[in-house]
């Protein structure tokens, strides 16, 4: 299979050529914006970010991806050196400058930033921390459901790297990522340590099983907001939701699948491992959860 699709995939935007983006502080074109060599996060991965939506001249969930991003700066010991306002009135100058009012993305990344010797121990950052904020037009296109492969890859213990940290480290992720698409997916499922189904490279995942809809536990995934607004929707909505250990028999025999993420939203999952899922297309518990949180967003 060749015609690889993504959970990130977006309609071709000739504006993004001429995008603004903010480097510490500064709005520059794109062509212009770049970051040190000896910045951190490209040397090392040593830093966290968030991804933002913008729907009707909103940033959707703003104040629960801002707490998350400091949240993770604080795992990390990273001080942003500005505060949750400040942060986002980058946000929001950002978008005034491009002019954007809606179907816009914005990654806002955090680096401990620029060392004064090209080594690993974190006091060679003293210059204070990089932040940066690209944002783009972006309208999701997905010309068919997703097609994911289990990979040997798993999102492993805290210990080793919290799997709740959205840190610029995604070479794991990565990996698991080339993995699926060399066996012909799109994109890669990954287990826990245990071998219970957990999450994919980018998303996390749910099933639905006789109009049941499962997830994992949340102990080895990403703490996703997306995530979170869709098991809050269906309590809500009286369709019945659990956080469960389920395995790839569960998987397989599922009536639906589907992907959450602040990207995509609900992004439906037609093939595993070669097994179709249901009739490989959107069902209607995914379709009925896209409509209800389309109404949360807009709410």
Known sequence: MTDHVSTHASEDD????????????RLVPRREAVVSVYDSGFMLGDGVWEGIRLYDGRWAFVDEHI????EAAKCIDLDIGLSRA?????LLDTQTANGMTTDAHARLMVTRGVKVRPFQNPRLSQSGPTMVIIMEHSRPSLPRPIRLATVPHYRGLPMTQDPKLNSHSKLNCILACIAAQKAGADEALMLDIHGFVNTTNACNFFIVRRGEVWTSTGDYCMNG????KVIDLCRANAIPVHERNFSLYDTYGAEEAFLTGTF??????????????GDGR???VTERLRGLYKALVAA
């Open 282 to 284: 959107m069902g209607p």
């Open 67 to 70: 707490d998350r991003l400091f």
């Open 86 to 90: 400040q942060v986002i009135q980058a």
């Open 225 to 228: 907001i997306t995530r979170q």
């Open 14 to 25: 000739v504006r993004n050529d001429s995008i603004l983006i903010h480097v510490d502080g």
């Open 264 to 277: 995509g939203a609900q992004t439906p999952v037609g093939e595993i491992d070669g097994r179709m899922i």
